[in-house]
């Protein structure tokens, strides 16, 4: 039985919650209204901001020409790729310099470089090696997201407490079993930060390559709509690119409570 302190306590914190929804919500639907207003009235220029309108008749638009859902699945499905693998990857060789101090702090001064050099300026040389379709487009968001993954996770596993390492190692342990057993469950909250950042990193390096080389997906769509001044397109790309975005971070944070129920 719960206390009535406490009952008051989790109640006050689920009205909180409401709260901040609802404020969320309005701060969005306020946006939304004021722009449709100032487009209605033209305060602002509708050629070179569009309107919350021209917005959802560009989405109809492009729903009826049967491209609408084809432009979010050739980007969802590229960011999945590049997620996936990036995720895999990084994780792996952050455990390689993890187990490997040696090599750890040879290449800390090549993952800095790599982590801080614009991958856009790698793209003509992706594009000569991987040539101009998809298989670009996933290395250069592969390129941000492995780096990304690398640098969170090994943070994560060298930041475990010594002392317990310590007493691991007083038991005998191996190396192996202080992996498993100590540095994985003590940097979990890092591995899934590291996922809510690499989701976020990969869709950036998706819609870099689209801009590039792409002819489908909402990076080709914002860029296509640019170069005709067409800045309904534009927008219309910019806003499905951020529910695209709200939604593949919400899974991932839906997954990290999940997890954390079944620890």
């Given at each position: 039985?719960?206390?009535?302190?406490?009952k008051?306590?989790?109640?006050?914190?689920?009205?909180?919650?409401?709260?901040?929804r609802?404020?969320?919500?309005?701060?969005?639907?306020?946006?939304?209204?004021?722009?449709?207003?100032?487009?209605?009235?033209?305060?602002?220029?509708?050629?070179?901001?569009?309107?919350?309108?021209?917005?959802?008749?560009?989405?109809?638009?492009?729903?009826?020409?049967?491209?609408?859902?084809?432009h979010?699945?050739?980007?969802?499905?590229?960011?999945?790729?590049?997620?996936?693998?990036?995720?895999?990857?990084?994780?792996?060789?952050?455990?390689?310099?993890?187990?490997?101090?040696?090599?750890?702090?040879?290449?800390?001064?090549?993952?800095?470089?790599?982590?801080?050099?614009?991958?856009?300026?790698l793209?003509?040389?992706?594009?000569?090696?991987?040539?101009?379709?998809?298989?670009?487009?996933?290395?250069?968001?592969?390129?941000?997201?492995?780096?990304?993954?690398?640098?969170n996770?090994?943070?994560?596993?060298?930041?475990?407490?010594?002392?317990?390492?310590?007493?691991?190692?007083?038991?005998?342990?191996?190396?192996?079993?202080?992996?498993?057993k100590?540095?994985?469950?003590?940097?979990?909250?890092?591995?899934?930060?590291?996922?809510k950042?690499?989701?976020?990193?990969?869709?950036?390096?998706?819609?870099?390559?689209?801009?590039?080389?792409?002819?489908?997906?909402?990076?080709?769509?914002?860029?296509?709509?640019?170069?005709?001044?067409?800045?309904?397109?534009?927008?219309?790309?910019?806003?499905?690119?951020?529910?695209?975005?709200?939604?593949?971070?919400?899974?991932?944070?839906?997954?990290?409570?999940?997890?954390?129920?079944?620890?």
């Amino acid at each position: 039985m719960h206390s009535k302190e406490h009952k008051d306590f989790l109640k006050k914190i689920k009205i909180q919650k409401i709260l901040i929804r609802i404020s969320q919500i309005c701060i969005i639907l306020s946006f939304i209204i004021i722009w449709q207003i100032l487009a209605d009235y033209k305060i602002v220029n509708t050629f070179i901001s569009s309107s919350p309108k021209m917005v959802i008749k560009t989405v109809i638009s492009l729903y009826n020409e049967g491209n609408l859902f084809k432009h979010i699945w050739v980007t969802i499905y590229e960011t999945i790729i590049s997620f996936s693998l990036g995720t895999i990857l990084g994780t792996i060789i952050a455990t390689v310099l993890w187990w490997n101090k040696f090599l750890a702090k040879v290449l800390d001064p090549y993952l800095t470089i790599l982590n801080s050099l614009p991958k856009v300026a790698l793209g003509p040389i992706i594009i000569i090696w991987a040539g101009a379709g998809i298989n670009s487009i996933i290395l250069m968001a592969l390129l941000i997201s492995t780096i990304i993954t690398i640098i969170n996770v090994y943070q994560g596993f060298i930041e475990t407490d010594p002392l317990k390492i310590k007493l691991m190692n007083s038991f005998k342990s191996t190396k192996f079993q202080i992996y498993t057993k100590l540095i994985i469950p003590s940097s979990f909250s890092n591995i899934i930060s590291a996922l809510k950042i690499n989701v976020s990193m990969s869709l950036i390096g998706v819609i870099m390559g689209e801009f590039l080389v792409s002819k489908e997906g909402l990076g080709y769509l914002i860029m296509y709509g640019s170069q005709v001044f067409n800045l309904n397109l534009v927008i219309t790309g910019i806003f499905i690119l951020c529910i695209v975005s709200a939604v593949m971070y919400y899974l991932v944070a839906y997954l990290e409570k999940k997890l954390i129920k079944h620890d």
